[in-house]
């Protein structure tokens, strides 16, 4: 605990300094990002890395700001023709670094994710949900007065819950076991400022 205190103070600081330009010059943004997730461990065995976008709304009263929005993304899975798909919702802290520069900006994330797995061809079905925690950063360039260019990256671990594999041919659903996986998503997106 003595060891976060100085970085907490710090946040705290940076959060209510004047001197700090906002990651928005608005309090308001929309973002819209295109996204490559590659995935790892047995939380995902069978599933190719994937491609896929995101749509967020953050709220940035300063250096600090907070996000909460929607990702999905498509993966090829091993011997069969039709793609998974992980999709659900997110909430992304993001703490922006004081650069010294207007138009680029430093920043460090973490996003907290509840998603889905699903698949389906003409005989087979799966569904199941999982926890994802990420963390990392990025780069803001400042394109305009209300838009903003974002690169990011982040690397997560994943947490599979129980689901079902359902086989219609054979009416028969096999129970699928919680299992553990990362990935490392890489994100170039575009946020425009909204309101005054």
Do not use: C, K, W
């Not at 295109?34 to 890395?49: E, K, M, Y």
């Amino acid at each position: 605990m003595h060891g976060l205190r100085p970085l907490l103070l710090l946040i705290a600081a940076g959060a209510s300094s004047p001197s700090l330009e906002a990651q928005s010059a608005q309090p308001i943004s929309f973002q819209v990002s295109g996204l490559f997730n590659g995935v790892f461990g047995g939380a995902f065995t069978g599933l190719q890395d994937g491609l896929g976008t995101e749509a967020q709304i953050r709220y940035t009263p300063s250096a600090l700001s907070i996000g909460a929005g929607f990702q999905y993304t498509s993966h090829n899975l091993e011997g069969r023709l039709d793609d998974a798909r992980l999709y659900g919702g997110f909430i992304e802290p993001r703490y922006r670094i004081h650069a010294g520069s207007n138009s680029v900006a430093p920043y460090l994330s973490a996003r907290f994710s509840l998603l889905e797995v699903g698949f389906s061809d003409r005989n087979l079905a799966l569904s199941s949900s999982f926890i994802q925690v990420n963390g990392g950063g990025g780069l803001l360039f400042r394109l305009g007065s209300r838009v903003n260019l974002d690169l990011g990256a982040t690397y997560g671990y994943n947490r599979l819950g129980e689901g079902e594999l359902t086989n219609d041919s054979s009416d028969t659903e096999i129970p699928v076991e919680s299992s553990s996986g990362s990935n490392i998503v890489l994100r170039l997106g575009f946020a425009v400022g909204l309101g005054g």
